[in-house]
């Protein structure tokens, strides 16, 4: 006995979706473009708001208006309709009344208009007995038609995995998200800004390198078929800008992305954005000076109330505040894990003085730094581009920022003596062999451009992923990345 096939049944959005491609054809059937390539606005919702905020309650305007954007809601109350609609920032009521537009249009706006719509309406502008500034249609233009509804509960789209994966729902649901992009590029501005008042050059340097130099991190390799070779993306700018200011360009910045392939957490992403500088006859004290500066810049941008006081304290005095111990006299000693092994750390018993030092500092003084602070002075073996203290040659002239427990900046005075810097290359090749892989390599092509001459020089990292966290009060990296790496579905 044949089975009998079962018939499928559609889902609810996939019925909705086929009602509305019918709508598009109804449009075209009477000679209406859905998709028009162009309407004209003089003004956007938020101009009309302002314009028209001294308008009292129930008190009609004789001015008309015209206003484009996004179908937000539709209340139909019979023989009318009060809809919302949103461009980029800014919402409007919409009124439509079948005595005033003419009860056949009347019907076919009912008919064929959908939430997530794009529509442009024409009217006399009114406030409402309830206050709400709105404009009573007289003519209407359907500018996109929409297959897909918005997003369920869009008033405040809760899923992450969705909010990230689908950013265009989330900037649809939730306008919050929008005011996080909004100022991250005013937090940009800002610093760009500064700088060029500064007289800092914007330039820009590869992506792809032969090398992976300029921070120790793990590098994503690509090929090129043309060449037949290995290249990376770049994991930090500093090497080629280093090269301008041998070549001349004394004041020079990057705003732009660099890659690393590491872990994925709320302060990390593998893709994410650097502000890089250099100046030249300067040392790290003035990259602090030049820090506070442009933090400060920004942060008025986007929150005035927002007061930063800067401190600066030695690397290891931090230490020796939080857990009592001065391990300066430990460093490539092969005693420090014998000096922190009552702290329990998470640590193998043959981890170098590298990785012990830096889990100390990470789980001890971090989550202790919620207020700026600049934290000077690392050990020089761990600082290969960076200039040691003419007195204290264990030290390096280098900081890193802290801002509520995250680090936002790295700088220091640039390591400018070749000979030195040829040393330092190879003390990172060698600790390559006893199996670091996250280590610089050797560039013989910047200690050519060294032996030049690089004047006295410092450098600048920000961070701008992490600077808009904290100047904006985000607890995760990939809410301040409009499309943020994910796993794949």
Known sequence: MEKKKQQYVATPIEQIIQQRKQKVKDFVAVGVNPYPSKYFLDKNIADIQREFESLEKEQVLGVKVKAAGRVMTCRNMGKSIFLDIRDGYSK??????????GVEKYKFFKNMVDTSDFIAVEGILFRTKTNELSVMVEKWTMLTKAFRPLPEKWHGL?????????RYLDLIANTEAKNVFVKRSMIISAIRHKLEELGFIEVETPILQSLAGGANARPFITFHNALGVDLFLRIAPELFLKRLVVGGMDRVFEIGRSFRNEGID???????????????????NDMMDLAETLIKSAAEEVNSKLKLDFKRVKMFDLIKEYTGLDLLPYIESGKMFKQVKHFNLDL???????????????????????????????????????????????????????????EIGNACSE???????????????????RGNDDVMPYDEDFIFALEQGLPPTGGLGIGIDRLVMA???????????TFPIMRPE
């Open 92 to 101: 409007i009521q919409i009124y439509v009344r079948a005595d005033k537009v």
């Open 158 to 166: 809760k899923d992450i995995e969705t909010r990230y994966r689908q």
């Open 266 to 284: 709320k302060n990390h992403s593998p893709e994410f954005t650097m502000m890089e500088l250099y100046q030249a006859y300067a040392d790290y």
């Open 348 to 406: 193998p018993k043959n981890a170098t003085d590298k990785k012990i030092l830096d889990q100390i500092f990470d789980e001890k003084v971090i989550p202790n730094l919620k207020n700026p602070t600049f934290v000077i002075d690392y050990p020089a073996v761990y600082s290969p581009l960076s200039k040691v203290k003419f007195d204290q040659p264990e030290i390096a002239e280098r900081f890193e920022l802290y801002i509520n427990g995250m």
């Open 415 to 433: 390591l400018n003596d070749p000979q030195l810097q040829r040393v330092r290359f190879s003390q990172q090749m060698e600790a390559k062999k």
């Open 471 to 481: 100047l904006i009060g985000v607890g995760s990296i990939r809410e301040v990345i």
